[in-house]
């Protein structure tokens, strides 16, 4: 798509080569080799290519479960030892002989499930021999090589830390609350190799029927030119406003988060368009790349895909796809009015201005270039609407892609933008695929020694019967849990370690899993290992720690919105008083109910923004800042009285600054 912005604009635009620095420093599945043979880069191509489309014809004509899922899985992880070296400064112009090899036992162990499984489901049982130990054990140690290649090493080393736990679990210097039955090798690595428990549990089953069509889905989206079409809306709708260009990095960042599902990669891709345009109005570095980083992240809870998310949760709990995108609508628009509040109250502070509207496009202009790209998003909410299953609704929408693109020149996909949009999602996939894969053997191993429920008992004894410490113990764990991780992983994590502890509460299921997903998602920002916030300093040339703690304080209505709709769930648009804890369907609340807590939560947020940055129409005192921060936090308590002490309190400092303000003006 044609870029429409003044080159002036853009004149400190950040370089392709820092852009790869920034993300082979904080993406470990960008770290991919460079062939200089073009027979290589041609085969490999071919294999990422029917990858995706093996995975296009299988949407209507699946394989047995296991069998689909191992081929997702193992054929990936081949992939892995194909394009990623085996360390950061290793030669990345050919593949080492030793690669070739794993790669051949990746499909050996493919083609073994393949050979054994009808022994293996009927006259085994699912009972390992001596043979299956041992592919299962080299399995194992396959896909965690893989993991530690494109994620870094803290999920590989978390599921060792778990694999480790059955060998010794029932030792008796153990606490007894931990100890359990002996285990064996047969009892381990069939659980994981030989069982839709382990490796090829849920999480792979997700990545199959759900994850890799919508990364395809959203290359195809990219290589029909949406990125840019979403950053030239987002600059003609507020680049001309106050604080202006962080207000396009909220806003083009939310659409394109919700589509990747990556939020450092989503850092990269926007922030290195927007972070210049902050810092040139007049924006601090460290506040520049916090902003990119906690409008990247606030894409993953942004409907309609939720970075893919949405769909594993719906495969977790049993509740329909429309039933979390409903829920999630609320919440997330809450966040990402608590971003641009702060964004907007930091520039009337500081007193920047917007880029001038004669350097900017115009909206007319932008819809008329490149408006019908938002006819596939149309397309898969009205089927998912439908009731269409999910897959075949991506599937649908990849066709509606290329179709619509075609409509105008600028956006016209050709043969070769096909192939190339099979091949990079396929290779955008292979990070998540195998993330999946190894937190298979995490469940596993809690499937196997009921760990879960112990971890779910602690977290319990620890919050004393309280309901909110449990809440704020849960939000820990899952900070914990999903630090350096993507978020589709520290999701399945989340969900499958902490989640259950809310249910002794009689936290109902929907609302216990949307808990843990925000704060799993929130340690991309939250250091000492913060990769988005990281990625956002890369860029900006700002310190990552003091960006990481920015981060934190521009998403302060992510960390607060959770409990609100867990007191409140009307915030989700849902009634659950009646249904049982693990109900799957949902009641719409009443719309009063609805309108209250939304229209409370909005004044509160707008306070909060207000409080932390000091500013209002004017600036507010250090006395006031903290009357407006207590009187916010009454009205995001869901509650009659505290929401008629907040409002009257928020309201009345904000009408207080304004005739500040006015009086200011006046004098001037």
């Not at 083609?111 to 499984?117: P, R």
């Not at 396959?142 to 060998?167: D, H, N």
Request: with cysteine.
């Amino acid at each position: 798509m044609t870029q429409t912005i003044k080159e002036p604009v853009l004149s400190e635009n950040i370089s392709d080569e820092k852009i790869q620095e920034v993300l082979e420093k904080y993406d470990a599945d960008s770290k991919v080799r460079k062939y200089n043979s073009k027979k290589l880069i041609i085969f490999v191509s071919i294999l990422c290519i029917l990858y995706s489309l093996f995975h296009l014809y299988t949407t209507f004509n699946p394989l047995p479960t296991l069998l689909m899922r191992s081929i997702h899985l193992l054929f990936a992880m081949g992939l892995v030892f194909l394009l990623y070296p085996t360390y950061g400064k290793q030669g990345r112009d050919k593949i080492p002989v030793y690669d070739w090899l794993l790669f051949g036992l990746c499909l050996v162990s493919c083609g073994y499930l393949f050979m054994e499984y009808e022994e293996i489901m009927t006259a085994r049982g699912g009972i390992p021999n001596t043979f299956d130990i041992a592919v299962a054990i080299m399995t194992v140690l396959l896909v965690l090589e893989t993991a530690r290649r494109v994620t870094g090493w803290i999920l590989p080393l978390l599921a060792l830390a778990f694999l480790s736990y059955p060998f010794f679990s029932h030792q008796a210097w153990l606490p007894r609350i931990m100890m359990t039955r002996p285990f064996d090798l047969g009892d381990i690595f069939g659980q994981l190799y030989l069982k839709t428990e382990g490796l090829f549990s849920t999480a792979i089953g997700a990545s199959v029927q759900y994850i890799f069509l919508f990364i395809l889905f959203g290359s195809f989206l990219a290589k029909s030119g949406m990125g840019q079409f979403f950053n030239d809306l987002a600059l003609a709708l507020a680049g001309h406003r106050q604080g202006g260009p962080a207000k396009v990095a909220v806003i083009s960042s939310a659409f394109m988060g919700s589509i990747n599902g990556s939020a450092v990669a989503n850092v990269v891709g926007t922030g290195a368009f927007t972070i210049p345009l902050m810092k040139k109005i007049g924006y601090e570095k460290n506040f520049a790349g916090a902003v990119e980083a906690s409008a990247s992240i606030g894409g993953q809870i942004l409907p309609p895909v939720m970075g893919a998310s949405a769909f594993i949760m719906a495969e977790t709990t049993g509740i329909s796809y429309v039933t979390i995108a409903l829920a999630a609508i609320i919440p997330a628009l809450l966040y990402f009015l608590g971003v641009i509040m702060q964004v907007h109250f930091r520039a009337g502070r500081t007193n920047l201005k917007g880029i001038p509207k004669p350097d900017l496009p115009r909206v007319k202009e932008v819809f008329k270039e490149g408006g019908h790209l938002i006819l596939p998003l149309i397309g898969l909410i009205v089927l998912l609407g439908s009731g269409m299953p999910v897959a075949h609704a991506a599937f649908w929408t990849i066709i509606m892609t290329i179709v619509v693109s075609a409509l105008r020149k600028n956006t016209r996909m050709s043969f070769k933008d096909i192939l190339l949009a099979l091949e990079d999602g396929t290779r955008q996939s292979l990070s998540t695929v195998i993330a999946c894969g190894v937190v298979g053997i995490i469940i596993g191993v809690v499937n196997l020694t009921s760990f879960g429920a112990t971890l779910t008992s602690a977290i319990t004894t620890l919050g004393s019967n309280s309901l909110f410490l449990t809440l704020f113990l849960t939000m820990i764990a899952s900070i914990i849990l999903g630090m350096g991780l993507p978020s589709i992983p520290a999701y399945i994590i989340t969900a499958t370690m902490v989640a259950p502890a809310l249910a002794d509460f009689g936290v109902p299921v929907l609302v216990a899993h949307m808990f843990v997903f925000y704060f799993g998602i929130f340690a991309n920002i939250t250091p000492p290992v913060a990769l988005a916030s990281f990625a956002g300093a890369g860029l900006s040339g700002g310190s990552p720690m003091k960006t990481g703690f920015i981060s934190i304080r521009l998403a302060l209505a992510g960390f607060i919105v959770p409990y609100i709709f867990v007191y409140a769930p009307e915030m989700l648009l849902i009634n659950p008083t009646g249904l049982p804890m693990n109900a799957t369907e949902f009641p719409f609340a009443s719309p009063f109910n609805i309108i209250t807590v939304t229209v409370s939560s909005i004044i509160g947020v707008i306070g909060i923004g207000a409080a932390i940055e000091g500013y209002f129409k004017t600036n507010v005192n250090i006395v006031l800042r903290l009357v407006l921060a207590v009187g916010s936090l009454l009205l995001i308590i869901p509650e009659f009285y505290t929401d008629i002490i907040g409002i009257i309190t928020v309201l009345g400092i904000f009408a207080f600054n304004t005739l500040q303000a006015k009086k200011q003006l006046k004098n001037a």
